[in-house]
């Protein structure tokens, strides 16, 4: 079922995942075009363009069952693409307060939890015009969760991690002046509920990442998805793979977050030295964490994969410190995480070469 080694699962994906993924988010990209209000156009298709790696990455779970494996990237893709729409928008909203952000997330919890969408996401937007595009992604999350033969047993898990991710989002993006405070109270709220030796900016990062609902989504289609197996995967998951994911997420865009003035997890630790020993302590904690799951080789390669996905980034090489920190990193890690750093590169500049315009002459 799952894919034996690094190279299977690098076919899997670029014969069979990847080109479904450009068929959803083309068709996707084609609805926003049509969206009526300028800005909210404007935000979703930036989404699109500037994040659709979310949703190749995201559809790695697909690759676990081929069998349902277009139910799973239709569900996946729009999920990521609601949340991937909605971060643009509150990270460049005219509306900074949380009624705001809280109304617009509600989003992705009706479709978790499959309620009819009939709230009005932009009550407290000043665009509001979408023309039904919000709307419809929910109604497909719904549509496509239906193709789960074992969504039951998952629903809570999801709906408890989807409400954490809903939660970060109001709170990160609220103002300068209220943001940390914010965080901090929830902070001192949610700790008793992680391991201790987790930060409170590791637990923020954790909240933000959508992997382990991907990977659920992923559990609820097999035949052997019992109420053992779900647990083992909510605890393995988070907060230590969701921290990993969501700090080196951080980790690339840290230059660029303190230009645009956005909130990043990564700068409150105190140097490049603090920075490497937590980011390697996490994946450590991540990789003790599949020992208890029934399909460790591939959760290894979801870690490793991360970690090779992410500081093969281009924006790596463009900031000093991180490229330290990334050479390091990679030093540390094994030949899986180094197979997929070279991969990644490759895909990246393959990728860019397609997409070049044509030289004039």
Not at 61 to 72: E, P, Q, S
Not at 182 to 195: A, G, H, M, Y
Request: hydrophobic share 35%; charged share 25%.
């Amino acid at each position: 079922m799952y894919p034996k080694g690094p190279l299977r699962m690098m076919y899997r994906l670029y014969r069979h995942i990847f080109p479904s993924v450009k068929t959803e988010l083309d068709y996707w990209r084609g609805r926003a075009k049509k969206i009526p209000d300028p800005e909210l156009r404007k935000q979703a298709l930036a989404s699109i363009e500037n994040k659709k790696f979310h949703c190749e990455g995201g559809c790695v779970y697909a690759a676990g069952n081929m069998a349902r494996k277009d139910t799973l990237i239709r569900l996946i893709v729009a999920y990521q693409t609601i949340s991937d729409y909605l971060d643009n928008l509150c990270d460049r909203s005219t509306s900074l307060y949380g009624d705001n952000f809280k109304q617009l997330h509600q989003s992705m919890l009706d479709a978790v939890s499959l309620t009819p969408p009939t709230v009005n996401y932009y009550q407290y937007n000043h665009e509001k015009d979408d023309g039904g595009y919000l709307r419809d992604l929910v109604l497909t999350v719904q549509q496509e969760i239906t193709n789960l033969p074992h969504y039951e047993k998952i629903q809570p898990d999801v709906y408890r991690l989807a409400s954490l991710y809903c939660e970060l989002q109001i709170y990160k993006h609220m103002s300068d002046s209220l943001r940390e405070e914010k965080l901090f109270t929830w902070w001192n709220e949610k700790k008793d509920t992680v391991p201790a030796t987790l930060k409170w900016n590791e637990f923020a990062a954790a909240t933000g990442s959508t992997i382990g609902i991907f990977h659920l989504f992923q559990v609820a289609s097999l035949p052997e998805c019992t109420a053992e197996r779900v647990t083992r995967i909510v605890r393995s998951y988070f907060p230590w793979i969701c921290s990993l994911h969501i700090l080196l997420d951080y980790l690339i865009d840290l230059e660029e977050d303190e230009l645009g003035g956005d909130l990043n997890f990564i700068s409150y630790y105190n140097n490049d030295d603090e920075i490497y020993q937590r980011l390697l302590y996490v994946a450590e904690q991540a990789k003790l964490g599949i020992s208890r799951l029934p399909d460790q080789k591939f959760h290894l390669m979801v870690i490793e994969g991360l970690v090779g996905l992410y500081l093969s980034d281009g924006k790596v090489s463009r900031q000093p410190m991180v490229k330290h920190v990334a050479d390091r990193l990679i030093r540390s890690c094994s030949l899986y995480a180094r197979f997929f750093f070279f991969n990644s590169r490759g895909y990246r500049g393959s990728r860019a070469v397609l997409q070049a315009p044509p030289t004039t002459k």
